[in-house]
T-cell receptor
Framework: DVKVTQSSRYLVKRTGEKVFLECVQD?????MFWYRQDPGLGLRLIYF???????EKGDIPEGYSVSREKKERFSLILESASTNQTSMYLC?????????????FGPGTRLTVL | GENVEQHPSTLSVQEGDSAVIKCTYS??????FPWYKQELGKRPQLIID?????GEKKDQRIAVTLNKTAKHFSLHITETQPEDSAVYFC????????????FGTGTRLQVFP
């Protein structure tokens, strides 16, 4: 059974703080993703990593950065949190195509920036 | 850029009725179309997927159909049950990197007993 875990379910931070969201998967997946989920907007890709130290911008990378130093761990960093980054953040992992395309999601981190 | 439109945004049905959710995609090179179900407070989970070389796929009460010419695909749930109540997301693979998905905006399905 694929397990994707995220470091926090709920997080409250203040404007201007540096925020780290951590994601760990235990299935040796090459691909890892960070999404942001907002009502009416679906899931929007922030960043994608297809290997250790490799990353690619998604649709909404502004204000975010990522780090992947180990295969199982993918971190999302908000350098200076702002109120418009209040959202649900979902991490996912998958094997690379064409072997499998199913993305397995973590439970999500609901971040509130005050 | 690539876009996936999903309709309706909300859908209410009586238990036992069928539910249909439709998605259209913009890039004809997309070749993988999964559907995810997200129950309240839980993570999205894959329920069914279809690839571009197949027109229809069924799994018990759920089915997905794909019309490549029209660039749309649909989720069909028959004999709906209260536990089908959830938000459903469609997605399409990006033409230049099939590992990446672009998601629709979601459909909140409510099944009333």
């Amino acid at each position: 059974d694929v397990k994707v875990t995220q470091s926090s379910r709920y997080l409250v931070k203040r404007t201007g703080e540096k925020v780290f969201l951590e994601c760990v998967q235990d299935m040796d997946h090459e691909n890892m993703f960070w999404y942001r989920q907002d009502p009416g907007l679906g899931l929007r890709l922030i960043y994608f990593s297809y290997d250790v130290k490799m990353k690619e911008k998604g649709d909404i990378p502004e204000g975010y950065s990522v780090s992947r130093e180990k295969k199982e761990r993918f971190s999302l960093i908000l350098e200076s949190a702002s109120t418009n980054q209040t959202s649900m953040y979902l991490c996912a992992s998958s094997l690379p195509s064409p072997s499998a395309d199913t993305q397995y999601f973590g439970p999500g981190t609901r971040l509130t920036v005050l | 850029g690539e876009n996936v439109e999903q309709h309706p945004s909300t859908l209410s049905v009586q238990e036992g009725d069928s539910a249909v959710i439709k998605c259209t995609y913009s890039d004809s090179a997309s070749n993988y179309f999964p559907w995810y179900k997200q129950e309240l407070g839980k993570r999205p989970q894959l329920i069914i997927d279809i690839r571009s070389n197949v027109g229809e796929k069924k799994d018990q009460r759920i089915a997905v159909t794909l019309n490549k010419t029209a660039k749309h695909f649909s989720l069909h749930i028959t004999e709906t049950q209260p536990e089908d109540s959830a938000v459903y997301f469609c997605a399409a693979s990006m033409w230049y990197n099939t590992d990446k998905l672009i998601f629709g905006t979601g459909t909140r399905l409510q099944v009333f007993p």
